[in-house]
């Protein structure tokens, strides 16, 4: 499903004939979704609310003799795109903010994990009964039907077999990478406390937390609690405190506090999102496009 929404995308984004009919198609639509989409120059995403223009105007290239467009049109009124749709969207747009913010180059990660334990609790506490219900007046409104043959209905009611085959597949596939990224994590990330700033919430506890992630990068626990010890008082009298991890790695002497500048050290390793290398791959997509597949290596590396 997500393949073929980023291919719509690119056609739209990246082809002025497409660009045009979805404008087109846009400006007849009721006001309301013209609000959401005045600031977007380009159809960044193909989401619920401006389905219906793109269906318009992929049906108008279609007419067109635009042979890409109908097989995108083939491709979204289908019953199984619809409801992956809807579904993606519902279940999506509860970790937007998490998303964004773990983009940020300056994340706090105690705040970061605070807010993935908040993501859990909502997606846990969803009810997916609406969505079903969108959805088939969804499909009604463009003629899509349920084909059982197609779907290998395990169930007699459909919308059973696509809350167990899809919804909650997809929601515990979710729960369970945020679960492995972050929470998992949280022993590890918890040395972040040893930034100055944050001293003030450092507890025994968190310490021993701490110790007890990096074990096997740290040396005897008695020598880790002196040096803790020694660390808190350090601060306490020095004014210059940096608020971040890279900061801290700056001013930590590994020779008088080896445990806090390994840890730290480690911990600015972690990838908590995307990889550097994934980023480039994207932005290549942006640039080497399907309109512009013959481009050569030379060209493509000057870009």
């Known amino acids: 499903m997500m393949s073929t929404v980023q291919e719509i995308a690119f056609k739209f984004d990246y082809s002025t004939k497409s660009l045009t009919a979805f404008t087109e198609e846009l400006s007849a639509e009721n006001e309301n979704i013209q609000e959401q989409l005045e600031r977007r120059k380009k159809l960044i995403t193909l989401c619920v609310t401006p389905f219906a223009v793109v269906v318009s105007a992929l049906n108008s290239l279609k007419a067109d003799n635009d042979d890409k467009a109908a097989q995108s049109m083939n491709a ?19 970790t937007v903010a998490l998303t964004n913010y773990l983009q940020k180059p300056d994340i706090d990660l105690i705040e970061a994990l605070t807010e993935a334990k908040i993501v859990i609790q909502r997606l846990s506490d969803e009810s997916e009964q609406h969505i079903w219900q969108h959805n088939t007046k969804f ?15 395990t169930t007699r009611d459909p919308s059973d077999y696509w809350r167990v085959s899809l919804y909650f597949a997809f929601l515990d596939h979710l729960v369970d990478d945020i679960t492995k990224r972050l929470i998992s994590n949280e ?24 110790y007890n992630a990096y074990r096997s990068d740290l040396g005897d626990k008695t020598e880790f609690d002196d040096e803790v010890a020694r660390w808190t008082a350090h601060w306490r009298i020095e004014d210059n405190r940096p608020d971040r991890l890279l900061g801290v790695l700056n001013v930590t002497h590994a020779d008088l506090y080896p445990s806090v500048h390994r840890i730290i050290w480690i911990l600015l390793t972690v990838p908590v999102s995307s990889a550097t290398s994934q980023r480039s791959f994207s932005a290549m997509r942006r640039v080497k496009s399907y309109l512009r597949s013959t481009m050569g290596g030379e060209i493509l590396f000057n870009l």
């Open 187 to 210: 022993e590890r990330f918890f040395s972040s406390y040893f930034i100055p700033t944050k001293l003030g919430n450092f507890t025994p506890e968190i310490a021993d937390k701490i």
């Open 76 to 94: 979204i009124l289908r019953f199984e795109f619809i409801i992956s749709l809807v579904v993606a969207e519902h279940i999506l747009s509860s």
């Open 139 to 153: 499909s009604h409104q463009f003629l899509v039907s349920l084909d059982v043959n197609d779907t290998e209905l």
